[in-house]
């Protein structure tokens, strides 16, 4: 048996994060919002705009009839925008195909818009107590440090590291899910990408990465840099957050191009979002769909 599960599961039971989407009493779909809302976002800052979204929207049907502007607004200012539009794809198809009921097959779960690897999995083991491999930058870490002695894993997820991780994942259903629950929690709030908290972890005297003198990144330079000042995405988000704060208003695109340095960039950071779904163009203006 894997000897990290028995303590981290011992470790999870008293320390686990009160989030509303762990209430047993929370639908397969409340998972599912909850799981394209984590995505590249901390917990703190998705609660809010949970709670509000599945009290506008409780079911996939409700969500189905909202207009893009509605999905869009209510996103706020989670970051990658695009999950909303998609999750209301998802909602569509699930009230249309699946009378409302989130499947909990894996493969099934994949058919879904926006829904890939990780969230299949993850809405199978966390909504339907299903035996999955979950694998989230928390996790992937987690083992990295505690298995493998690295500071960090591969900058992708290789077909050798998903199998290294499925043999992790205990035999026992219930077993499996509090496994995939405990080690996202720890890379969560103990073992972070920049602060790893060894006093707090569970698994410390049995961490390889300890044991090994924390050697550093073997591949940090195959790790991309993400700049953000100055670049198209800023002005994307510029843009975007105009658009939000109009409420569905149109804005002059002058208005939208005086928010950056270079007219040029903001213009393809419009085109680039009437691309996506997530503006239109109506004459010299632009608004939310």
Known sequence: MNPLARPLAAWYAQNARDLPWRDPAATPWAILVSEI????TPAARVIPYWTSWMAVWPRPSDLADATPAEVILAWGSLGYPRRALRLRDCASVVAGQYADQVPADEDQLRTLPGI???TAAAVAAFAYGRRTVV????IRRFIARAHLGQALPLPHLTADERSMAASLVPSDTQESVVWNEATMEAGAVVCKAREWLCDACPVKDLCAWRDAGYPGDLHAGRRRAQPWEGTDRQARGRVMALLRETEGESVPIEAL????PRPEQTRRAIDGLVADGLA???GEAVRLP
């Open 116 to 118: 890939g690897e990780y």
């Open 280 to 282: 239109v163009v109506e």
């Open 37 to 40: 809302m984590l995505q590249q």
């Open 257 to 260: 191009v005086a928010l950056t």
């Open 135 to 138: 694998l989230d930058t928390n």
